[in-house]
């Protein structure tokens, strides 16, 4: 069984930083893709980030693009994404996610469709 666990997540200021991690078990994560995808209350889940097997050629979200980072340690089946210059407006729970993939176009990558396992989230809160 396949299990992702997401850390790091909490209440900053507008300004600050955060990075989360995503742990991952029970298949060879170095073999996929991963991603993050964001949901506030009342919103569609957002994609955020992505990379393939290898975590090249990363793949971000409109409203993250250069502020946020999205790296992997396959030695540790952990991905993380580094969150810098945190806004009110990137207040949600955030999810990590393997995809059924191991590197994709930026389209597939993008789309939470292509993902077959999730974690539970963790909650993201940026005060003003």
């Known amino acids: 069984q396949v299990r992702l666990v997401e850390s790091g997540g909490g209440l900053v200021q507008t300004g600050d930083s955060l990075r989360l991690s995503c742990v991952a078990s029970?298949?060879?994560?170095?073999?996929?893709?991963a991603g993050w995808f964001r949901q506030a209350p009342g919103k569609d889940r957002e994609f955020v980030a992505a990379s393939g097997f290898t975590g090249a050629r990363p793949v971000y979200g409109d409203s993250v693009q250069g502020r946020f980072t999205i790296s992997r340690d396959n030695s540790k089946n952990t991905q993380y994404l580094q969150m810098n210059s945190l806004k009110p407006e990137d207040t949600a729970v955030y999810y990590c996610a393997s995809s059924r993939y191991g590197d994709a176009i930026p389209r597939i990558l993008s789309d939470a469709g292509s993902y077959d396992y999730w974690g539970q989230g963790t909650q993201v809160t940026v005060s003003s």
């Open positions: 029970g298949r060879a994560f170095s073999e996929y893709a």
